[in-house]
C-alpha cells in the first residue's frame, strides 16, 4: 500500500492499550484526548491505581494533566484485567516492552505473554478485534509471534502500528507527529488503525506489514547514524581549530542534497571523482591527526560490500551472455572514474562471464584523457565489450542488468524486449509473467 489520504475519521474508537510504560501511557492518554473510550492494561498495580487516580505513572512533560483530564471525563480507564478491558475494544494496541537480551537481540517475553492472554480470551469474544502492534519488533515478528498464536480466529486483524515517540516530549511528538504508519495485509484493518490518528495533522502512510515494521529500526538507525556523524565531524573540527558547529550550521542550510531526500533511495554502490577520492583523503588526513571516526572510516567498506552483493548477484544469474546498461558512474555523465560499472565488469571478465555494455553517452572512440586512462587500467580490451545501440545489446544478451537509470525511449526498449533483468537501481521493475487464460476463457 503506498501513502494514502487521510482516513475516514469514523466515530470514536474503543481501544485497550496494553501496557502503561512510556509508549503506552502516552498513547492510551493521548488517544482518549483525541475522544476515544481508552483502557490500559498493566499487571503493575501502582501504573493502573496510579491512572485510576488520575495521576500519571513518570515524570513526562504534559503527561499529568492529560491523565487527570481524560480519567474526570471519563474516557481513559485502567486496568489490571486484560479479560476485563478486551471485550469492549475494538482495537487492541500492544505497547509492552520489548528489551535487548543479552546477545542484543530482542527480548520478546512480555510480547508472548500478552498474546497468549488474547488468544484465551478470544473464544469468548464474538465481534471482530484488531490488533495493532505499537512495540518495536524485528520485520517478521507480528507475522510470526503475533498473527500465527492467534490465527485460528479469522476475526482477527494484526496491524504493525510503530510508535515515534521520544522520552520528554512524547506527549507533542503524539500529538504532532512527524509521521504516522500502520501496515498490515487487511486494508480495512489498516485503515482502522489510521483512523484512530485522523485527528491530528499528519497524513497517514499505509504500507506492508513488514515494511511498517522496518521503518522504526530505519528511523532509529539514521537518528544515530545522524548524531555519530555530527559528532565525528565536531571531533575532526575541533583537532584542526574549526567551530564544528558553524560547519554542521552551513551544511544544515542546504535543503537541497543534505537536508532532503537526496540519495535517500537503496540503489547501486556510489563512484565518480568525488566521493570516493575525498572520503579518502579525510579517512587518511585524520588518521595523521591520530583520531579514530569509525563512521567514516566504515563508508568506503560499505560501499565496497555492496558492490560485491550486486556482482554476487550477477554471477548468480542463469545466464551465458549479459548486457549490461550503464557505464558511467551514474545517468547523465560520460564520467567513467571510480565508476562502480566498470569494476563490476572488470570481476565478471575475470570470472569468465560473457558480457557485452552500451552506455547512450559513451562511445569507445571518443574516450580520452583521465577516463580512457582509468578504463584501459581496469578493463584493456573494453573496445570490444561496447555496442553502439542498445538494440544489438537487447539481442545478443540473455539477461539484461541495469547499472543505471534509463531515460525513457530506453526504458521502453527494454520493456518491450521481455528480456529478464536484473536491476541494481530500483528504476525498473523485473518482468511478472503473463498469467495464462483460464480454462474455458
Same mark, same amino acid.
Given at each position: 500500500?503506498?501513502?494514502?489520504?487521510?482516513?475516514?475519521?469514523?466515530?470514536?474508537?474503543?481501544?485497550?492499550?496494553?501496557?502503561?510504560?512510556?509508549?503506552?501511557?502516552?498513547?492510551?492518554?493521548?488517544?482518549?484526548?483525541? +475522544?476515544?473510550?481508552?483502557?490500559?492494561?498493566?499487571?503493575?498495580?501502582?501504573?493502573?491505581?496510579?491512572?485510576?487516580?488520575? @495521576?500519571?505513572?513518570?515524570?513526562?512533560? /504534559?503527561?499529568?494533566?492529560?491523565?487527570?483530564?481524560?480519567?474526570?471525563?471519563?474516557?481513559?480507564? %485502567?486496568?489490571?484485567? &486484560?479479560?476485563?478491558?478486551?471485550?469492549? $475494544?475494538?482495537?487492541?494496541?500492544? #505497547?509492552? +516492552?520489548?528489551?535487548?537480551?543479552?546477545?542484543?537481540? &530482542?527480548?520478546?517475553?512480555?510480547?508472548?505473554?500478552?498474546?497468549? @492472554?488474547?488468544?484465551?480470551?478470544?473464544?469468548? !469474544?464474538?465481534?471482530?478485534?484488531?490488533?495493532?502492534?505499537?512495540?518495536?519488533?524485528?520485520?517478521?515478528?507480528? @507475522?510470526?509471534?503475533?498473527?500465527?498464536?492467534?490465527?485460528?480466529?479469522?476475526?482477527?486483524?494484526?496491524?504493525?502500528?510503530?510508535?515515534?515517540?521520544?522520552?520528554?516530549? $512524547?506527549?507533542?511528538?503524539?500529538?504532532?507527529?512527524? =509521521?504516522?504508519?500502520?501496515? +498490515?495485509?487487511?486494508? %480495512?484493518?489498516?485503515? !482502522?488503525?489510521?483512523?484512530?490518528?485522523?485527528?491530528?495533522?499528519?497524513?497517514?502512510?499505509?504500507?506492508?506489514?513488514?515494511?511498517?515494521?522496518?521503518?522504526?529500526?530505519?528511523?532509529?538507525?539514521?537518528?544515530?547514524?545522524? *548524531?555519530?556523524?555530527?559528532?565525528? *565531524?565536531?571531533?575532526?573540527?575541533?583537532?584542526?581549530?574549526?567551530? /564544528? $558547529?558553524?560547519?554542521?550550521?552551513?551544511? #544544515?542550510?542546504?535543503?537541497?542534497?543534505?537536508?532532503?531526500?537526496?540519495?535517500?533511495?537503496?540503489?547501486?554502490?556510489?563512484?565518480?571523482?568525488?566521493?570516493?577520492?575525498?572520503?579518502?583523503?579525510?579517512?587518511?588526513?585524520?588518521?595523521?591527526?591520530?583520531?579514530?571516526?569509525?563512521?567514516?572510516?566504515?563508508?568506503?567498506?560499505?560501499?565496497?560490500?555492496?558492490?560485491?552483493?550486486? =556482482?554476487?548477484? *550477477?554471477?548468480?544469474?542463469?545466464?551465458?551472455?549479459? /548486457?549490461?546498461? /550503464?557505464?558511467?558512474?551514474?545517468?547523465?555523465?560520460?564520467?567513467? !572514474?571510480?565508476?562502480?560499472?566498470?569494476?563490476?565488469?572488470?570481476?565478471?571478465?575475470?570470472?569468465?562471464?560473457?558480457?557485452?555494455?552500451?552506455?547512450?553517452?559513451?562511445?569507445?572512440?571518443?574516450?580520452?584523457?583521465?577516463?580512457?586512462?582509468?578504463?584501459?587500467?581496469?578493463?584493456?580490451?573494453?573496445?570490444?565489450?561496447?555496442?553502439?545501440?542498445?538494440?544489438?545489446?537487447?539481442?545478443?544478451?540473455?539477461?539484461?542488468?541495469?547499472?543505471?537509470?534509463?531515460?525513457?525511449?530506453?526504458?521502453?526498449?527494454?520493456?518491450?524486449?521481455?528480456?529478464?533483468?536484473?536491476?541494481?537501481?530500483?528504476?525498473?521493475?523485473?518482468?511478472?509473467?503473463?498469467?495464462?487464460? $483460464?480454462?474455458?476463457?
Amino acid at each position: 500500500m503506498a501513502v494514502a489520504s487521510s482516513p475516514p475519521s469514523g466515530q470514536p474508537g474503543r481501544v485497550a492499550v496494553l501496557g502503561l510504560g512510556y509508549v503506552g501511557c502516552v498513547t492510551a492518554a493521548c488517544l482518549a484526548r483525541l +475522544g476515544h473510550k481508552v483502557t490500559g492494561v498493566d499487571r503493575d498495580e501502582f501504573k493502573v491505581n496510579s491512572v485510576l487516580a488520575g @495521576e500519571a505513572p513518570f515524570y513526562e512533560p /504534559g503527561l499529568a494533566e492529560i491523565v487527570k483530564s481524560e480519567v474526570a471525563a471519563g474516557r481513559l480507564s %485502567a486496568s489490571t484485567s &486484560l479479560a476485563e478491558a478486551l471485550p469492549q $475494544a475494538d482495537v487492541a494496541l500492544i #505497547c509492552v +516492552g520489548t528489551p535487548s537480551a543479552k546477545n542484543g537481540n &530482542l527480548g520478546l517475553e512480555q510480547l508472548r505473554r500478552v498474546v497468549a @492472554e488474547i488468544a484465551e480470551l478470544l473464544s469468548r !469474544r464474538p465481534q471482530p478485534l484488531t490488533v495493532a502492534v505499537r512495540s518495536t519488533v524485528y520485520p517478521g515478528t507480528c @507475522e510470526e509471534v503475533v498473527a500465527a498464536p492467534l490465527s485460528f480466529c479469522k476475526s482477527v486483524s494484526v496491524v504493525s502500528n510503530p510508535e515515534f515517540l521520544r522520552e520528554g516530549t $512524547a506527549v507533542q511528538d503524539f500529538m504532532a507527529p512527524s =509521521l504516522l504508519v500502520a501496515g +498490515g495485509s487487511d486494508e %480495512a484493518a489498516v485503515k !482502522r488503525v489510521a483512523a484512530l490518528y485522523a485527528a491530528l495533522p499528519v497524513e497517514p502512510s499505509l504500507v506492508s506489514l513488514r515494511t511498517a515494521e522496518l521503518i522504526k529500526y530505519a528511523c532509529n538507525a539514521f537518528h544515530a547514524v545522524k *548524531i555519530a556523524f555530527s559528532n565525528e *565531524i565536531g571531533t575532526l573540527a575541533a583537532n584542526l581549530g574549526v567551530d /564544528g $558547529a558553524e560547519v554542521m550550521d552551513t551544511l #544544515c542550510r542546504d535543503t537541497v542534497l543534505n537536508i532532503s531526500p537526496a540519495y535517500l533511495k537503496p540503489g547501486f554502490a556510489f563512484g565518480g571523482s568525488c566521493l570516493p577520492k575525498d572520503l579518502r583523503a579525510l579517512v587518511y588526513r585524520v588518521s595523521r591527526l591520530d583520531l579514530k571516526l569509525p563512521l567514516m572510516e566504515s563508508v568506503l567498506p560499505s560501499n565496497d560490500r555492496h558492490l560485491e552483493r550486486a =556482482l554476487q548477484a *550477477i554471477l548468480d544469474l542463469p545466464a551465458r551472455r549479459i /548486457g549490461v546498461f /550503464g557505464l558511467a558512474f551514474k545517468a547523465n555523465t560520460d564520467d567513467l !572514474r571510480e565508476s562502480p560499472v566498470v569494476t563490476l565488469l572488470e570481476q565478471l571478465i575475470g570470472k569468465g562471464r560473457n558480457v557485452r555494455v552500451f552506455d547512450p553517452h559513451i562511445l569507445p572512440d571518443r574516450i580520452y584523457g583521465s577516463n580512457r586512462k582509468y578504463l584501459l587500467a581496469a578493463i584493456p580490451h573494453i573496445g570490444k565489450l561496447f555496442d553502439s545501440t542498445l538494440e544489438q545489446t537487447l539481442n545478443w544478451a540473455d539477461h539484461l542488468v541495469l547499472a543505471q537509470q534509463p531515460a525513457r525511449q530506453f526504458a521502453e526498449l527494454i520493456g518491450s524486449s521481455g528480456l529478464p533483468m536484473l536491476d541494481l537501481v530500483n528504476t525498473i521493475p523485473a518482468p511478472q509473467p503473463v498469467a495464462e487464460p $483460464a480454462s474455458g476463457a
